[in-house]
């Protein structure tokens, strides 16, 4: 196997397969956080922690949401399982809770289009247990 052929099989690895997206948002007086965990087919694991203006826990959900769709999506992510703690997120985006504030309609139109460029998708809620780094994460970032 050439060089060229080893890369393109890592490329291809990385972008065919299910990528995992933890998520979540933090909020507090000292401003908020974004904590994203993204993990490849490959197993290889992007992390980061985002430190925002003040948004309300809510919007800071969403917020955290949409650039790790971004980005998994621009990375070639086709499949993408996202995992999140927050219940009312989850059902705004299966449309089985309604989105009444104008803001959170904007959000959640921006998440709607962004998963229309998936092949697959799934979002899951999740306990904030089984959600510890993406929360540890996002309290990192409205903390600091």
């Not at 099989?9 to 990528?19: A, C, D, F, I, R």
């Not at 922690?49 to 309300?56: H, K, S, Y």
């Not at 009444?100 to 460029?117: I, T, W």
């Amino acid at each position: 196997m050439t060089l060229a052929t080893k890369e393109a099989v890592l490329v291809l690895g990385m972008t065919s397969g299910v990528w995992t997206f933890f998520t979540d948002g933090a909020s507090n007086i000292k401003g908020s956080g974004l904590g994203a965990v993204l993990i490849t087919p490959l197993g290889e694991t992007l992390s980061q922690a985002i430190r925002t203006i003040l948004f309300t826990n809510n919007e800071a959900e969403y917020k955290a949401l949409i650039p790790g769709l971004e980005l998994s999506r621009g990375l070639g992510s086709e499949v993408i399982k996202i995992k999140c703690d927050s219940q009312l997120l989850v059902n705004q985006v299966y449309g089985s809770f309604d989105t009444k504030e104008e803001r959170m309609q904007q959000y959640l139109n921006k998440v709607q289009a962004l998963l229309a460029r998936f092949r697959e998708w799934s979002i899951v809620h999740i306990p904030r247990e089984e959600n510890i780094k993406a929360d540890a994460l996002a309290n990192l970032g409205s903390s600091t």
